[in-house]
């Protein structure tokens, strides 16, 4: 259990609530799923559109943009990025006539006239310089065919029709996969090879929701022609045209439309998903889906997916793509929110966006629980949608951004945000690295970020009740809470009369409490008095059962096994239970782990009933970590008998410590009043120590002895003094002892002397570093850029062996916040004894420089130009001249340069601030040449401290510590 020392409570002293629901947020500790610990907006905050859509300008029914640049307004004002587009290729299939058919090959599109009209549409938009600027926020766009004139149904479009053909020789799909690779590579820049253009797109969606038009839409002329095997067989022909002529975006599908595994007994998981991933899974990148809650239709009913459905349905794919392909396949969620059958048709209303308001954010926050899963998830919102509107009728589309003034009364006046638009207001600052969060509710959705000195922190209601929330902010420096944004969005009315609410409040100080509305959302933007300081980071993993889809029958156990789990030595875990039941049917089975009873919730996630045929969604259940083995046997039993268990998953939160390596021990003796324990099935070769303890129950181990080896046949044994009467042992397996070659250097007399360095003993260095102090405390310095001082000793080294640098020292000068980046520092290992500087991107060195970030107090490590992973920039107070500095350097040979790799650190131990421990994989050739024969030689040096006015003059080496680890 983490300890805290200082804490923040937060909170709008609102009435007592019974049913009040806790949040607490951990300021110092991370969370990582799949090394994913960022808020990623260009995957989470899109529009369903691109920059070059015309829709953006003004004109449309000669109506002008009430903002002027629209573009500015909203991409960059809230900071969004582009989604995906569906139009462009269309068109080109469908309207451009300049695209003609090959004539020796029927059904093929003529490569020729795909080469000329792709330099026609880059060389337009190289004149289009006004979205040039927004490139940026394009390159992870989403290109999608549709389904008219891509499906080889014969229809013709220009006086010719895709391909049906569907042979050995040209498969189903061959077609529409050359046309779509020959769009790729000729109608956008192609990734730089064709020179201009507009960017490449990342992703690339087969064809949108084909099983729409072919097996679900019955009014469709293409309903029934072509079987669900058929639409696969086609995603396996068009992604092999693709890759024929471009494989730089990822290729996937199906896009389907209403993934709904369970109707039929889960007879549509077997038609649909199933049969699509055992026949095209193998030929895709990604799985496309589109996601929609129905929160009102047929006259009021409501079919809910945000919450425990979504959770299940995500499950059943993950569960089947890891078991039949040996891989979970990420998501692309291009469209997503709520379909408003009721209120379709109608005109705009505030309680039509409502409804998509509300499920967006349910389920955004559902994406970002598991954000490396996720390549991108665009909101079913589009700009103003003139390709939908009723010619008949002048009725326009649905969810649109922007919609004219005096709508619904009237299609006039000018073209205005609609009330889309305030879920990106509500998300707009939201970013920086993920923090632990958790709610003891499971209707109560959070999610919570950290950025220099801001707290992010997002709740979401899934449920139609509001709920008062108790907030917690636990932090280790006692950190203050100076000031709290909130944005409260919620409907402001009754029934479907009112308007939708974004209220921002700005509170001094702290809050205890927020409310949040029926199906509402809080965003809450924290100000600190100081950059939040993460010390550590939870990883997540997530393990599947052996089996699944298993029938529930009255007091039967069904037993699920999940094997290979690495729980790690703590944390929190829970066991995640689809199941699909008719409503009325027991929601709470006993479970048992590993034969012990755990906790079953009674409340399940977000709505537990609606007017869905039955319930099919997920319990979360929490577990106990200390229950967890390598391999666990979950067991389920239901009271009553109907529906299925569709899959069990652990989902392992660890706290990034690794268990220790305990050594059996096999025979013990008594010699008068010492212990002997020996064993003879250690890691052989190695080395352990001696831990004693003498209460077990909340004691602490100590360490007796240490730097024991063992032999080559894995036996080794200690003598030890028992001190007390009652006494506990332990054998911990541990690294190698350091060896020095000598030690530590602390430059004084007599092996030094004040003056030059270079020469004295070990040394060879540039003419700025001298000895000073020699007689007393002893040092070397320097007030100059670019001098390095070298340890004149080889260091050779066998694969396995470490070479370790250790550097105390500290900048002379005055402290002022730099105008522009300064490099001030290097060390690490070189391939030359003389006493000359490298460069801070020089690529023989295997080197870390320390860079000071400019007009900000934060300070970081880097490996030539790069960051250095698994090191953190330290923020919050400058680097200070007389800070006390601890570098310390780690190489380790691996058996060839690519093997070979080498760890950093950086303390001030004035501030007790640290970066963390980070890893450079690899060294250069050269290097690995000289440490694998002559040698290399380690080494320091000064960059430019006093860059960009600084105000650091030199640098102050006070002891230098090297030492080789066999």
């Not at 239709?297 to 809910?304: S, T």
């Not at 699909?580 to 009674?602: D, F, I």
């Not at 250790?806 to 980046?821: A, H, K, L, Q, V």
Request: proline share 4%.
């Amino acid at each position: 259990m983490k300890m805290y020392i200082g804490t923040i409570s937060v909170g709008l002293l609102l009435p007592f609530c019974a049913a009040g629901v806790s949040v607490e947020v951990d300021l110092n500790t991370g969370r990582a799923a799949g090394g994913v610990s960022t808020f990623e907006r260009e995957k989470f905050i899109t529009i369903h559109s691109s920059h070059t859509e015309s829709d953006w300008d003004g004109g449309q029914q000669g109506a002008a943009n009430a903002v002027p640049d629209l573009l500015d307004d909203f991409m960059n004002g809230r900071d969004v990025y582009f989604g995906r587009e569906t139009g462009g290729i269309s068109w080109q299939r469908r309207g451009n006539a300049y695209i003609d058919e090959d004539a020796a090959n029927p059904g093929w599109v003529d490569a020729s006239t795909m080469v000329s009209e792709g330099t026609k549409s880059r060389n337009s938009y190289d004149g289009e310089t006004s979205r040039h600027a927004y490139e940026s926020r394009a390159t992870g766009d989403v290109l999608c065919a549709q389904y008219s004139g891509f499906w080889p149904n014969g229809a013709e479009y220009n006086g010719w029709a895709i391909s049906t053909n569907d042979s050995p020789t040209e498969p189903l799909g061959s077609a529409t996969g050359d046309f779509m690779g020959l769009y790729l590579d000729n109608f956008y820049d192609n990734f730089g090879e064709n020179g201009n253009g507009r960017p490449s797109p990342a992703f690339v969606e087969i064809i949108n929701e084909p099983d729409w038009h072919i097996l679900d839409w019955s009014s469709d002329p293409d309903y029934g022609s072509a079987t669900a095997d058929d639409i696969w067989r086609f995603h396996n022909g068009v992604a092999d045209g693709i890759r024929a002529h471009n494989t730089n975006s990822l290729i996937g599908g199906f896009v389907t439309t209403f993934p709904d595994h369970d109707e039929d007994n889960f007879q549509e998981w077997d038609d649909e998903w199933k049969s699509f991933i055992d026949i095209a899974g193998e030929k895709m990148d990604f799985w496309s889906l589109h996601l929609y809650d129905f929160p009102s239709i047929g006259g009021g009913l409501q079919k809910y997916r945000k919450g425990a459905n979504m959770e299940a349905m995500f499950d059943m794919i993950d569960y089947y793509s890891e078991k039949q392909l040996g891989v979970r396949r990420p998501y692309m969620i291009s469209e997503y929110g709520a379909q408003t059958h009721d209120y379709n048709n109608q005109g705009w209303n505030a309680y039509r966006d409502w409804l998509r308001l509300k499920s967006c954010n349910a389920m955004m926050l559902a994406f970002m629980d598991r954000p490396h899963m996720m390549l991108k998830t665009i909101p079913f919102t589009v700009v103003k949608a003139e390709w939908g509107r009723n010619s008949s009728t002048g009725e326009p589309y649905g969810p649109r951004l922007l919609r004219q003034e005096n709508e619904p009364e009237s299609y006039t006046g000018d073209w205005i945000y609609t009330d889309l638009v305030k879920f990106y207001d509500q998300w707009a600052n939201v970013k920086g690295a993920r923090l632990d969060v958790t709610s003891d509710d499971p209707d109560i959705q959070v999610d919570a970020y950290a950025d220099d000195d801001k707290v992010y922190l997002i709740i979401n209601n899934l449920v139609d009740e509001i709920s008062d929330v108790e907030l917690s902010l636990f932090d280790a420096y006692s950190n203050t809470v100076q000031s709290v944004l909130e944005k409260n969005l919620y409907w402001d009315g009754v029934g479907d009369v009112g308007s939708v609410a974004l209220v921002e409040t700005n509170h001094v100080g702290d809050i205890a409490q927020v409310q949040v509305g029926r199906e509402g959302c809080v965003i809450l933007e924290y100000t600190l008095a100081s950059p939040i300081q993460i010390e550590q980071t939870l990883s997540e993993s997530k393990y599947y059962a052996d089996t699944y889809l298993k029938a529930i029958d009255a007091g039967l156990t069904n037993s699920f096994r999940i094997n290979g789990v690495v729980p790690g030595l703590s944390g929190r875990a829970e066991l995640r239970i689809g199941f699909a039941r008719a409503y009325g049917l027991s929601q709470q089975p006993t479970v048992k782990v590993n034969g012990v009873s755990v906790a079953v919730p009674a409340d399940l996630m977000g709505f537990e009933e609606d007017d869905r045929s039955q319930y099919f969604g997920m319990l979360h259940v929490p577990v106990d970590h200390a229950q967890l083995q390598e391999n666990n046997l979950v067991e389920v039993v239901f009271p009553d008998r109907g529906g299925h268990i569709s899959t069990v998953a652990l989902r392992v939160i660890d706290d990034g410590q690794t268990p220790p390596s305990y050594i059996d021990i096999d025979y013990y003796e008594m010699l008068g009043t010492d212990i002997v324990l020996g064993f003879s099935n250690g890691p052989a070769g190695s080395w352990f120590s001696l831990l004693s303890n003498t209460n077990l129950v909340d004691g602490s181990w100590v360490t007796n002895q240490a730097g024991l080896s063992i032999d080559s046949g894995g036996a080794g044994s200690v003598t030890n003094p028992v001190a007390y009467p009652q006494e506990f042992f332990r054998l911990l397996e541990t690294d190698a002892p350091e060896v020095p070659i000598p030690g530590r250097i602390e430059f004084t007399a007599p092996d030094y002397t004040d003056g030059t360095l270079d020469g004295q003993q070990l040394w060879n260095a540039d003419s700025g570093w001298s000895v000073v102090d020699a007689a007393g405390s002893g040092r070397i310095e320097t007030t100059a850029g670019g001098q390095a001082a070298v340890l004149d000793e080889s260091v050779q080294l066998a694969a396995g062996e470490s070479y370790s640098l250790r550097i105390s020292f500290e900048f002379t000068g005055s402290d002022s916040t730099p105008t522009n980046f300064v490099y001030t520092f290097l060390g690490g290992l070189k391939e030359s004894r003389a006493g000359e500087s490298v460069g801070a991107g020089n690529a023989i060195a295997a080197d870390a420089n320390i860079q000071i970030i400019k007009d900000e107090n934060t300070y970081r490590l880097l490996s030539n130009y790069s960051t250095v992973s698994g090191a953190s920039n330290i923020t919050g107070a400058p680097l200070n001249a007389g800070d006390l500095l601890q570098f310390d350097y780690v190489l380790t040979m691996g058996a060839d340069a690519a093997g070979t790799a080498y760890t950093v650190r950086l303390q001030n131990l004035t501030d007790g601030t640290d970066t963390g421990t980070g890893t450079v994989s690899g060294v250069d050739a050269a290097l690995f040449s000289a440490l694998n024969g002559g040698g290399a030689y380690g080494f320091f040096q000064t960059i430019n401290p006093g860059a960009n006015n600084s105000g650091l003059n030199g640098v102050r080496v006070h002891s230098v510590m090297r030492t080789i680890t066999p």
